[in-house]
């Protein structure tokens, strides 16, 4: 395991001990969910970039329409 040190507002470090114990996990283990839901969703959004693209490269119509010819 790696250790990290993540310097978070006062207010921002609050809310997330309050919510961790709220749903009855540490604040570690809210971190590391935390992190594995970013880089899900941004694996994502560069999903669906690639694919945009690829449907834009492939229509050259629908680039016309939107102005990128």
């Keep these: 395991m790696t250790t990290i040190a993540v310097h ?3 207010d921002v ?8 114990a709220a749903t009855g996990v540490s604040v570690n283990v ?4 935390a992190a ?3 880089i899900h969703a941004n ?7 690639a ?5 834009l490269a492939e229509d050259p119509q629908l680039r016309a329409l939107l ?3």
């Design 8 to 10: 978070l507002p006062e």
């Design 13 to 20: 470090a609050e809310q997330l001990a309050a919510a961790a």
């Design 30 to 33: 809210a971190m590391v969910q």
């Design 36 to 38: 594995q839901e970013w």
């Design 43 to 49: 694996a994502q959004r560069a999903r669906e970039r």
């Design 51 to 55: 694919r945009m693209l690829d449907v």
């Design 67 to 69: 102005g990128d010819d």
